[in-house]
């Protein structure tokens, strides 16, 4: 990821297969100006969860593009914006993107 998202809004979602996350992620960089920072399976392998960071406008609209979309195809396990991360929460995303 770019250095100049750092400090932007992060938007995370997680669905229960791997196709709805797919058609998420993809909804969501169609809807807004954001970048997709990280995808992580989940523990039991099926299903993911996805990173996306950008403005908080466009996080919120990537969101709500991607929820729609994904839903389709899956069930929705987790979401949520968190507009203006602190510094420690940066140091935690970039250590589970990195794995």
Same mark, same amino acid.
Request: net charge neutral; proline share 2%.
């Given at each position: ?6 400090? &932007? ?11 709805? =996350? ?7 960089? &169609?809807?807004?100006? #954001? ?9 039991? &392998? %099926?299903? %993911? =969860? ?28 987790? &979401? ?16 589970? #993107?990195?794995?």
């Amino acid at each position: 990821m770019e250095n100049s998202w750092m400090g &932007k809004s992060i938007g995370i979602f997680e669905f229960d297969n791997m196709v709805a =996350c797919l058609v998420a992620m993809d909804a969501a960089a &169609k809807a807004a100006d #954001i970048a997709i920072q990280g995808v992580e399976r989940n523990r039991l &392998k %099926a299903g %993911a =969860c996805v990173k996306i960071r950008g403005t908080v406008s466009d996080v919120r609209a990537a969101m709500e593009a991607a929820l729609t979309a994904g839903s389709k195809y899956g069930t929705l396990t987790g &979401k949520h914006v968190i507009p203006a991360p602190s510094e420690d929460t940066e140091t935690a995303m970039q250590a589970t #993107i990195l794995k």
